[in-house]
């Protein structure tokens, strides 16, 4: 069974930082592809960051230069490292797995960025 746990959101101010984690299975943790997907308020939902089994990672252009997505082999958990943050930055923010062309979500984390 695929299990994927967040932790990390929170509350800060515009120009904080925030790192969001994710522990996931590890049977399909070394093998897939990664992802931080968020999602505001009326908004749809869309992938943040990606990082795949060999460190390869991308990032969405509005967060490039202040996001850094990073993963932990030994601990099987993803990172998300928030710097900058921006009250745009507000979302839940969702660890995501595609395994065998089925996707996989965490619960979501709450991060609100105030002004």
């Known amino acids: 069974q695929v299990r994927l746990v967040e932790s990390g959101g929170g509350l800060v101010q515009a120009g904080g930082s925030l790192r969001l984690s994710c522990a996931a299975s590890?049977?399909?943790?070394?093998?897939?592809?990664m992802n931080w997907y968020r999602q505001a308020p009326g908004k749809q939902r869309e992938l943040v960051a990606g990082?795949?089994?060999?460190?390869?990672?991308n990032y969405v252009d509005s967060v490039k230069g202040r996001f850094a997505i990073s993963r932990d082999n030994a601990k099987n958990t993803v990172y998300l490292q928030m710097s900058s943050l921006k009250p745009e930055d507000t979302a839940v923010y969702y660890c995501?797995?595609?395994?065998?062309?089925?996707?996989?979500w965490g619960q979501g984390t709450q991060v609100t960025v105030s002004s």
């Open positions: 990082i795949t089994p060999s460190d390869r990672t």
């Open positions: 995501h797995v595609q395994v065998f062309s089925e996707d996989y």
């Open positions: 590890g049977r399909i943790f070394r093998a897939n592809v």
